[in-house]
C-alpha cells in the first residue's frame, strides 16, 4: 500500500499548476554541519566575556554603535563558514534540484552558503548571506567580502586595513554583513519577499526543514501554501515549532518525526519512482 507521501507526491508531480516542490530550510539543516543554530542551546552570542542575546546583538540599532564589535563577530562566523562542509541533507536537496528541475523552489532562512556549496542553484536567501556586504549608506550593489580580509578568532581585533576594506570605497560609510536583521523587514530586492511568495501560490508541496518558525515570512509562506491549495510537510524530529502548533489540526499539513537527512533520502526516493 502507498503511504500518504507517496500519494501527495504522485499527485502534485501530475499536476498541471501548483505542482512546485517547494523546499524551506532553517539553521537545523546545517547544525549537523557542525554550524550552531541561533536559538538552539548551542547558540554562540559571546564576544570576550560578555554575553549577548540575539535579539539584541543581531540588529541594525547595535551595529550602528559598535561596528567593529559586529564586524569582528562576523567575521569569526566567516571562519565557520568557510570551514563548514555541506552535509546529507544539503546534498539530497540539491539532488532533488536536479531531478525536478524547474519544478524545484528552494527556500531557505540560512545565511550559510552550505545549500550552494552542495551545487543547489536555485535559492531565495530570504535572510542573505553572511559572505557578501553592502554599504550602509546604501550605494553600489551587494557584494562578497573583500578578499584580503582574513576571518578571525572570536577574540582578534581587526585590523587598521581590515577596518580599511570594511568601509565603502564610493562614500566612506561602513559596509555592513549583508543579512536580515532582527530590526529590519523584508524586501524583494534584498530577500525575495515578492519572489518566495509568488512560489508559495505556485506550491503544490511545502517541505519545511530545520526552522522553528520563529519570523513572519516562513509563517506567510506556509500561511500562503496552504490558503492556495498545496501541502505543509513539516520535517522535525519533535512536535515543537511555530508550524506544528498553527497547523497540526489542518488536514493538509503533515509532520514527519525523522531526521532531515533520513527523511529528504526518503523523499528523493520517492520523486524517483513516480516521476
Ligand atoms: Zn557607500
Redesign the pocket.
Given at each position: 500500500m502507498k503511504t500518504t507521501l507517496q500519494t501527495i507526491i504522485q499527485e502534485t508531480l501530475q499536476k498541471e499548476k501548483r505542482n512546485l516542490f517547494t523546499f524551506l530550510t532553517g539553521a537545523g539543516i546545517s547544525s549537523e554541519s557542525g554550524l550552531p543554530t541561533y536559538r538552539g542551546s548551542d547558540g554562540i552570542w559571546i564576544k570576550g566575556t560578555k554575553y549577548h542575546k540575539p535579539e539584541e546583538f543581531g540588529t541594525f540599532r547595535y551595529f550602528s554603535q559598535n561596528q567593529e564589535e559586529v564586524w569582528q563577530y562576523n567575521l569569526f562566523w566567516k571562519k565557520l563558514i568557510e570551514q563548514a562542509t555541506p552535509n546529507q541533507g544539503h546534498f539530497t536537496i540539491s539532488k532533488i534540484e536536479q531531478l525536478l528541475n524547474k519544478k524545484f523552489q528552494l527556500i531557505t532562512q540560512n545565511v550559510d552558503g552550505l545549500h550552494q556549496k552542495a551545487g543547489s542553484k536555485n535559492i531565495f536567501e530570504i535572510h542573505g548571506n553572511k559572505q557578501t556586504v553592502r554599504?550602509v549608506?546604501g550605494?553600489?550593489n551587494v557584494m562578497p567580502i573583500p578578499l584580503e580580509i582574513k576571518s578571525k578568532e572570536l577574540t582578534e581585533d581587526l585590523t587598521e586595513k581590515d577596518l580599511e576594506l570594511l568601509h565603502?570605497q564610493?562614500?566612506g560609510?561602513w559596509l555592513r554583513p549583508n543579512t536580515l536583521w532582527f530590526d529590519e523587514s523584508y524586501n524583494e530586492k534584498l530577500y525575495f519577499l515578492n519572489s518566495a511568495l509568488k512560489s508559495a501560490k505556485n506550491t503544490g508541496i511545502l517541505f519545511v526543514i530545520g526552522t522553528s518558525g520563529a519570523t513572519t515570512l516562513p509563517q506567510m509562506l506556509t500561511e500562503t501554501v496552504l490558503q492556495y491549495g498545496g501541502y505543509v510537510i513539516e520535517i522535525n524530529t519533535e512536535e515543537n515549532s511555530y508550524f506544528f502548533e498553527r497547523f497540526s489540526r489542518t488536514k493538509k499539513y503533515i509532520l514527519i518525526k525523522k531526521k532531515a537527512s533520513d527523511a529528504l533520502m526518503n523523499i528523493k526516493e520517492i520523486i524517483e519512482e513516480y516521476k
Open positions: 554599504c549608506s550605494c553600489g565603502c564610493n562614500c560609510d
